[in-house]
């Protein structure tokens, strides 16, 4: 991203956010952003596949604390095309109150006495601060390549247990056609005469005031190319599609993010490439559920094996049933714990599976039944079970 990008383009309304939007506004608006224009669901639509790769480069400043913060800064400072200081008249001009200077420092430029001026109060945020060592020109950094979202959606049981799914990516990278040079093959980029490699030109207004801008011939690249290339048509960029294998841990949660560093788009001029987040996403099972690392299980049983007690079987994710004993007089809502059938811990051991004693009371009654419940209410001879809800208060 050249410099004029970050003063000229607003990340907020591409975004359609505000200035002062918390950052978890921010990422929901990135990802309803990102879905609506992903070229996996918009096959041969150019126009959406340009703006996927806007909100993708506008999540890449504003979704990041510290670019955020010197993206702010260097729009509130040069966002009209000049620098403003209280008392100044105007952007960046000489008036009443104002005055005169050269920003040339500004992007990694040193002066005469080897300090770094504006490049060093903003540190990296156009490629890099100054090293301390006096230098005539710069050169065009390495650059980060950048972070790139997608989600995945994963049965119940590859979630406790872990998963390696197929994800295809989409991204930004040097195109292969020229490796990244922007010229036909056969042929080299040379050095921009105008800018000498820097990128970067300075003109001088009225005699006094000099502003430092990406240059006009080269636009920014430090290189230009006689021929070319014909796939890239000369920006040395070029997307990527592919198919990654991505292991799902163990235990993952729903809507969990998963960071995989240096899966991201690639770098520019040997930069690390960035890092790749998956948004997992986990279907519900059809009898049981999470606690944590715990499983959970509601397990129905009939009115005489609650009163009476009796071993029952349960089933568990594996597929194989335990045998479970219900103590005799287990009340409705009881919890019973079977030990290491939960979910898979780092540690490589295992949560439990917790039940939930459901007792069952029957809606019909045959006569023969209800002879001998009659007789066994008759045989308990229970008190008044309800004697104390109408004490005095």
Request: proline share 4%; charged share 25%.
């Amino acid at each position: 991203m050249s410099t004029k990008d970050w003063l000229e383009k607003d990340f907020y309304k591409v975004l359609g956010v505000s200035k002062t939007a918390e950052p978890d506004e921010i990422k929901k608006s990135y990802r309803k952003l990102a879905r609506k224009y992903h070229p996996d669901s918009n096959a041969g639509d150019a126009s959406a596949e340009a703006k996927f790769k806007e909100v993708s480069e506008a999540y890449d400043v504003v979704g990041d604390v510290k670019k955020r913060k010197e993206y702010d800064e260097a729009r509130r400072l040069f966002g009209s095309g000049g620098f403003r200081m209280p008392g100044s008249a105007g952007a960046g001009g000489a008036g009443q109150g104002g005055f005169g200077f050269d920003v040339g420092d500004l992007f990694n430029r040193s002066n005469s006495t080897g300090g770094g001026g504006l490049g060093d109060i903003l540190g990296g945020m156009f490629g890099g601060g100054n090293t301390g060592r006096t230098t005539t020109t710069s050169t065009a950094r390495p650059r980060r390549g950048a972070d790139i979202e997608t989600e995945a959606t994963i049965e119940f049981a590859e979630a406790v247990n872990g998963v390696t799914v197929a994800l295809r990516m989409t991204s930004d990278e040097p195109c292969k056609t020229c490796r990244g040079t922007g010229a036909k093959y056969g042929t080299v980029p040379k050095v921009c005469l105008k800018c000498e490699g820097t990128g970067m030109q300075t003109s001088v207004q009225g005699g006094v005031f000099a502003m430092t801008e990406p240059c006009t011939e080269c636009k920014g690249r430090g290189l230009v190319v006689d021929q070319p290339c014909e796939t890239c048509h000369g920006s040395g960029r070029g997307q990527s599609s592919k198919t990654m294998q991505v292991r799902i841990p163990a235990g993952v949660q729903d809507n969990q993010r998963i960071r995989l560093k240096g899966k991201g788009a690639a770098g520019e001029r040997g930069g690390p490439a960035g890092d790749l987040y998956v948004s997992v996403h986990v279907k519900q099972h059809r009898i049981f559920g999470r606690q944590g690392e715990h499983l959970t299980l509601a397990v129905p049983v009939s009115f005489t094996e609650a009163a009476l007690g009796a071993e029952i079987k349960v089933p568990t994710l594996d597929g194989l049933p335990v045998t479970v004993r219900i103590p005799a007089g287990t009340a409705n809502g009881s919890k019973l714990r079977v030990r290491g059938k939960g979910s898979a811990r780092r540690d490589g051991t295992r949560g439990d599976l917790l039940l939930t004693i459901e007792v069952q009371v029957p809606h019909e009654l045959s006569d023969e039944q209800r002879v001998k419940l009659q007789e066994f209410s008759t045989a308990a001879d229970q008190p008044d079970l309800r004697a104390g809800l109408f004490g005095s208060s």
